[in-house]
């Protein structure tokens, strides 16, 4: 099945959630955003990565905001550094864009759509929609490896990207896994098991916490440190890591603090909450809900207030404190409880 679909399907349904009889979350009352938080970018989002999204009119919004280079026709982000940008299409052609230059100067033929990749100095790590993973060299233009996990047959389009923690590298797979292998010595490896669903079951969070990574699938989060595992199981929607927490925003509508240790430490449920999008930052906690609504709640759980963004018409994203919905840019940081 090409990305394409699959991020169509994902996007498809996550539009029509609640036209089954579900029922919708509704605040006791709620307010507008200052107008000073709010901007806008003339486009709306056709597609995300973990790392940025791709806007109707070619260009994309990464960790620095909306930019002005546009990706190509038939390309969508998936993820930068200071020097490079990387694109792919269904046809599975990794572009290369040097943003000193703003064009092109490698176009990779990975024969397979690609979920997601992250570059690190000149390392590209990615991941191909048959689970297929490896190392591409941009100046020695060289495959360093590839190879292809367990078959799998559906996906959350909410793939986590490949993260470089200086040579080592940390592959989510498609089937639940983690790889961790040395960019410098690819012949071994370690896998690391997160989960063993049939379907949906690919690493949709992939950060880290000091000396721990944290990772998840849409059942369960673990975290790493030495030789030390802990988990915690919960029906995913999002996950988000700041200030030494590991907070989770659940299909039941359920908010989740959790130590380093994944201890849980307090919950909220905000009824018939369906979150699109999260994150938390400074003190506070912030998950849109599919109505539009913006819950911001104190990172103790105990008072929280919604601002009314309107209706959702197209995917949003949250970057770098901003969120961004239907052309539309939202500087949360102003938003108060």
């Given at each position: 099945?090409?990305?394409?679909?699959?991020?169509?399907?994902?996007?498809?349904?996550?539009?029509?959630?609640?036209?089954?009889?579900?029922?919708?979350?509704?605040?006791?009352?709620?307010?507008?955003?200052?107008?000073?938080?709010?901007?806008?970018?003339?486009?709306?989002?056709?597609?995300?990565?973990?790392?940025?999204?791709?806007?109707?009119?070619?260009?994309?919004?990464?960790?620095?905001?909306?930019?002005?280079?546009h990706l190509g026709e038939g390309y969508r982000y998936?993820?930068?550094?200071?020097?490079?940008?990387?694109?792919?299409?269904?046809?599975?052609?990794?572009?290369?864009?040097?943003?000193?230059?703003?064009?092109?100067?490698?176009?990779?033929?990975?024969?397979?759509?690609?979920?997601?990749?992250?570059?690190?100095?000149?390392?590209?790590?990615?991941?191909?929609?048959?689970?297929?993973?490896?190392?591409?060299?941009?100046?020695?233009?060289?495959?360093?490896?590839?190879?292809?996990?367990?078959?799998?047959?559906?996906?959350?389009?909410?793939?986590?990207?490949?993260?470089?923690?200086?040579?080592?590298?940390?592959?989510?797979?498609?089937?639940?896994?983690?790889?961790?292998?040395?960019?410098h010595n690819t012949d071994n490896a370690k896998v690391?098991?997160?989960?063993?669903?049939?379907?949906?079951?690919?690493?949709?969070?992939?950060?880290?916490?000091?000396?721990?990574?944290?990772?998840?699938?849409?059942?369960?989060?673990?975290?790493?440190?030495?030789?030390?595992?802990?988990?915690?199981?919960?029906?995913?929607?999002?996950?988000?890591?700041?200030?030494?927490?590991?907070?989770?925003?659940?299909?039941?509508?359920?908010?989740?603090?959790?130590?380093?240790?994944?201890?849980?430490?307090?919950?909220?449920?905000?009824?018939?909450?369906?979150?699109?999008?999260?994150?938390?930052?400074?003190?506070?906690?912030?998950?849109?809900?599919?109505?539009?609504?913006?819950?911001?709640?104190?990172?103790?759980?105990?008072?929280?207030?919604?601002?009314?963004?309107?209706?959702?018409?197209?995917?949003?994203?949250?970057?770098?404190?901003?969120?961004?919905?239907?052309?539309?840019?939202?500087?949360?940081?102003?938003?108060?409880?």
């Amino acid at each position: 099945m090409k990305r394409s679909l699959l991020a169509t399907l994902g996007v498809s349904a996550w539009l029509l959630l609640g036209c089954s009889g579900k029922q919708y979350f509704e605040a006791p009352k709620s307010y507008d955003p200052p107008a000073v938080a709010t901007t806008t970018y003339q486009s709306t989002i056709v597609d995300l990565s973990r790392d940025g999204a791709t806007l109707r009119d070619g260009r994309y919004i990464g960790k620095q905001g909306v930019s002005r280079q546009h990706l190509g026709e038939g390309y969508r982000y998936l993820s930068e550094n200071s020097a490079y940008l990387l694109a792919g299409n269904d046809a599975g052609i990794l572009k290369i864009i040097d943003k000193s230059l703003g064009e092109s100067v490698r176009s990779v033929a990975l024969h397979t759509p690609i979920v997601s990749a992250t570059i690190h100095k000149n390392t590209i790590a990615y991941i191909l929609n048959n689970n297929a993973f490896g190392l591409y060299h941009i100046k020695s233009n060289k495959k360093i490896m590839e190879n292809r996990a367990k078959r799998t047959f559906a996906i959350n389009t909410r793939a986590a990207s490949p993260m470089f923690i200086d040579n080592l590298v940390a592959i989510p797979t498609l089937d639940g896994k983690l790889i961790v292998l040395d960019s410098h010595n690819t012949d071994n490896a370690k896998v690391i098991y997160l989960s063993s669903e049939k379907v949906f079951n690919n690493v949709v969070h992939l950060s880290r916490m000091h000396n721990r990574l944290i990772a998840a699938t849409a059942k369960k989060v673990i975290t790493l440190g030495g030789a030390e595992q802990k988990e915690y199981s919960a029906n995913i929607s999002e996950v988000t890591v700041a200030g030494g927490f590991v907070y989770l925003f659940t299909i039941e509508g359920e908010i989740i603090k959790l130590d380093r240790e994944l201890r849980e430490l307090k919950s909220k449920r905000f009824k018939h909450a369906h979150f699109s999008a999260a994150t938390a930052f400074d003190g506070k906690i912030y998950a849109l809900d599919q109505t539009g609504q913006l819950i911001v709640l104190s990172d103790d759980l105990t008072t929280h207030k919604v601002y009314d963004l309107g209706t959702i018409s197209s995917p949003v994203l949250i970057v770098s404190k901003h969120l961004y919905k239907d052309g539309k840019v939202i500087n949360l940081a102003s938003l108060g409880l």
